[in-house]
């Protein structure tokens, strides 16, 4: 009998595995590869990158995971406010020169203006509700957080918009993987807390040196034969005072029993696999909302500086997507003489995502690469490789009422543990932390079962 079985390998699992490493675990993931939602592949200097990919700074859960496996990430460099819209490029993103130089009517920038002013007031909320009180229980914290006006939409907070003010806020909302409408309003000021703060310490400010999967394959090589891939899980329950998961390899059905389970799978494969997770847990699960992503990887060939090589996020209103990343940012930070080539990143969350998933990914690229081309002229011929990819359950976004359902998720059901995103505000530090949680709580345990 196994002391611990993971399910899944994502960053929630492979944290609670890292936590776990000395005793008697097993990690099972479905998939051919660990990261989950963390996917990136090295192409000679830079890396092509699909997922999420930005980390949180120093002091973080995140930070502490990184050097304990001896991963190096970087603050990220250049501009996260350039914006491209209706034909103007800015690539510093000053919110002055949003106002003055997009072009728009005069009702959307007074409206954008008014807006922004109401956001900006409510950032000092915001930024007073992330302030962890010395030893405050990790729930307590992210229930407070939760909390913050998450009884509105932030549509309704900031009241309905022209159609120019709108396409400006967008990006940064949805970038939840939700639209306006549908995520609170605490969540929505949260996501502008990310893209104005690059302080060490505030929110996601770090990329991964060699891109963002190098994490999870760093801990997946160091935890060994402890991780079977290609590891369908399809059950897991209680029997008298131990666990059993079921799960199938290569057609193969198999058994296996443990003191404990974290499951660390999105919500509703959660829900679909703990067959006796307490009534209020499922139901709780059940109730997590996620929104779809549609994102592209491109390599590109061109031998001089470029526009966008001091860029690192730019607002791409009205697009078939609404940021696109320049993942060669470090690259271009630390080199003393530019390199050829460049990699970027698509990425079009929620309404944009659903109006592409049914398209075929050369159907993807090719609408990706018109609108990039009209940012800057004639993209597509420094292409030399580009590659699309779908997420269904692409993030968690927290809804106008998302706080009311946390408390059945922060206990575990008898000797079954939650680990994952989706259980708090932020994202990749989410996961790290709630799967360190329980790892942690599962460690106390087997440590007084092994002194009676």
């Known amino acids: 009998m196994k002391d611990v ?59 502490k995971l990184l050097k304990e496996v001896n991963v190096e990430a970087r603050n990220v460099p250049g501009s996260l406010k350039s914006i491209a819209m209706n034909g103007k490029l800015l690539l510093d993103g000053k919110v002055e020169k949003v106002l003055y130089k997009v ?21 000092n909320q915001y930024k007073k509700a992330l ?13 407070r957080v939760f909390n913050f006006l998450n009884d509105q939409s932030f549509t309704e907070f900031v009241g309905k918009l022209p159609e120019d003010a709108d396409a400006l806020f967008r990006p940064t909302v949805s970038r939840s993987a939700g639209d306006p409408e549908d995520v609170s309003a605490g ?54 005072d131990y666990v059993v998961v079921e799960y199938y390899v290569n057609g193969e059905l198999i058994s296996e029993m443990a003191k404990y389970a974290v499951i660390t799978t999105p919500a509703p494969i959660t829900d679909k696999i703990g067959i006796d997770l307490d009534v209020d847990m499922k139901n709780a699960l059940r109730k997590i909302v996620y929104g779809p992503y549609v994102s592209a990887a491109f390599l590109t060939k061109e031998e001089g500086p470029q526009l966008w090589d001091n860029i690192y996020a730019m607002a791409t209103p009205k697009k078939s997507f609404n940021v696109a990343f320049n993942m060669a940012n470090l ?15 698509t990425f079009s969350p929620a309404t944009l995502a659903k109006n592409l998933f049914e398209k075929t990914d050369e159907e993807i690229i ?18 030399i490789e580009a590659h699309a990819q779908k997420w269904l359950h692409g993030l968690p976004y927290c809804f106008p009422g998302r706080a009311k359902i946390q408390e059945p998720l922060t206990k575990p059901s008898g000797k079954i543990y939650l680990a994952g995103d989706y259980l708090g505000t932020f ?26």
């Open 5 to 63: 079985i993971i399910i899944g390998a994502g960053l929630a699992g492979l944290s609670a595995g890292w936590y776990l490493r000395n005793k008697d675990i097993l990690i099972l993931e479905s998939d051919s590869r660990v990261g989950g939602r963390i996917h990136s592949e090295k192409r000679g200097y830079y890396w092509l990158n699909w997922g999420g990919h930005v980390f949180a700074g120093e002091n973080s859960p995140t930070d």
């Open 103 to 123: 072009p728009m009517s005069w009702n959307s920038r007074f409206a954008l203006c008014k807006a922004g002013i109401k956001v900006l007031r409510s950032l």
């Open 131 to 143: 302030k962890r009180i010395p030893g405050e229980n990790y729930w307590t914290y992210q229930q």
């Open 187 to 240: 969540a929505g000021i949260g996501y502008f807390n990310l893209v104005l703060s690059k302080s060490k310490s505030a929110g996601l400010t770090r990329n991964i040196v060699g891109g963002a999967s190098v994490l999870p394959e760093t801990i997946a090589e160091k935890l060994g034969e402890k991780v079977q891939l290609n590891a369908n899980v399809v059950k897991v329950f209680h029997k008298e």
């Open 331 to 345: 690259v271009r930070d630390s080199e003393s003489e530019r390199k050829k080539g460049s990699s970027f990143m």
């Open 366 to 383: 090719k609408t990706y690469l018109k609108d990039l081309n009209s940012i800057f002229p004639n993209f597509e011929d420094i292409v």
């Open 427 to 452: 994202y990749t530090d989410t996961a790290i932390e709630t799967g360190e949680i329980a790892a942690n709580e599962i460690l106390t345990k087997l440590l007084k079962e092994s002194n009676i």
